[in-house]
């Protein structure tokens, strides 16, 4: 299957498939492990768009961009147009290469406070924002949205038309709307709609699980890339096998137990140093659950690996794990 590369102002993609941001799930570890594996483009966590608060530890570690990769992706979320444009330039200050607007966040404590999703019941308030923040900085600026408020009120086509006449260069769409959160099938047809009705890039997003539902969302969409989140959580190596299905004649090498009982423990260690053993292993208990599935006869090591207090009987555990099964079969079916 041949897709034509993506492109985003000067950027031409390594591949059209990137990761979604994810607040409080992609942050720097996670994204070069999924660099490693193959994802064109990786973006920061959502990051509050008031400067005044980028002093907290949580910000700090948001805002710890990856300078090493290109391009290099901010996302910042609000409600203001000067203040978000203010955000955008103190990004591409710390280095971003490309400033990522969310409006597509459904959390509460997001949409309380009239950003995130929450915007897409403003169509002149988004105007205004894109402008702002466009002409704020001379790097690309991106938008993420979904299909609409609620499924009275989708609206997506139209806040992709008002992106791409205030200068937005890629749109990203999550197929629900926000009152949807993440429940119900993604709305690949409205993805559709959207992606005829603008001549910008288009990624979608939403319900990418599997390499192979990940072709029959670009089949069903024509979309220009695709943005993957869930998917990716415990299998970073999802951008691997979709590279490889696009690229006939490329080597295959399938994902064995012993590059998976390194990923692991490389993940591991990077996030006990990154955040410090104390906050690291407990960010790291999600992430060794989610690894879980993809591993065979790991009900014992889930129990005991999520409940301990320590980054060395963490890794320990892991290797421990692998050890017990070096003969076996330690992927899952």
């Known amino acids: 299957m041949e897709i034509p590369a993506l492109k985003i102002g000067p950027y031409l993609l390594s591949s059209p498939f990137v990761l979604a941001p994810m607040a409080g ?5 996670f994204r070069r492990i999924c660099r490693n594996y193959g994802a064109g483009m990786t973006t920061s966590e959502m990051t ?40 955008a330039r103190a990004c591409v200050q ?16 997001v949409c309380k406070k009239l950003a995130g ?18 002409t704020a900085v001379a790097v690309p600026v991106t938008l993420k949205i979904r299909t609409g408020w609620d499924t009275e009120h989708r609206n997506a086509d139209v806040i992709a ?14 197929g629900r709307t926000r009152a949807c959160r993440y429940k119900g099938s993604a709305e690949f047809d409205t993805i559709a709609r959207v992606k005829q009705g603008v001549s910008i890039p288009v990624i979608a997003n939403g319900d990418v699980t599997t390499a192979e539902k990940s072709l029959e969302v670009l089949r069903l969409t024509n979309c220009d890339g695709l943005m993957i989140g869930r998917g990716a959580q415990g299998r970073p190596w999802i951008f691997r096998e979709l590279n490889q299905i696009i690229s006939p004649g490329s080597e295959k090498p399938q994902l064995d137990k012993n590059e998976l009982r390194d990923t692991m423990l490389d993940h591991l260690r990077e996030l006990h140093r990154f955040y410090g ?3 690291g292993v407990r960010v790291a208990r999600k992430h060794l659950t989610w690894y879980c599935n993809s591993l065979a006869n790991a009900d014992e090591f889930r129990h005991q690996v ?21 003969g076996g ?5």
């Open 25 to 29: 799930v992609t942050d720097a570890p």
């Open 48 to 87: 509050t768009a008031d400067t005044s608060l980028w002093q907290t530890t949580k910000s700090r570690h948001r805002l710890d961009l990856d300078l090493d990769a290109e391009p290099v992706v901010v996302q910042i979320a609000g409600s203001e147009p000067d203040q978000l444009a203010g955000a």
């Open 94 to 109: 710390r280095g971003a290469q490309i400033v990522d607007i969310n409006m597509g966040c459904p959390a509460k404590k």
């Open 117 to 134: 999703s929450a915007l897409l019941k403003d169509e002149k308030l988004v105007a205004r924002i894109l402008t702002s923040v466009v």
């Open 161 to 174: 038309r008002i992106a791409e006449d205030c200068g937005i260069q890629s749109l990203a769409i999550h």
């Open 277 to 279: 053993d104390i906050t």
């Open 306 to 326: 999520v409940r301990v207090d320590s980054a060395s009987e963490q890794i320990s555990l892991t290797k421990n794990y692998f050890e017990r099964e070096d």
């Open 329 to 333: 079969e330690s992927l899952a079916a």
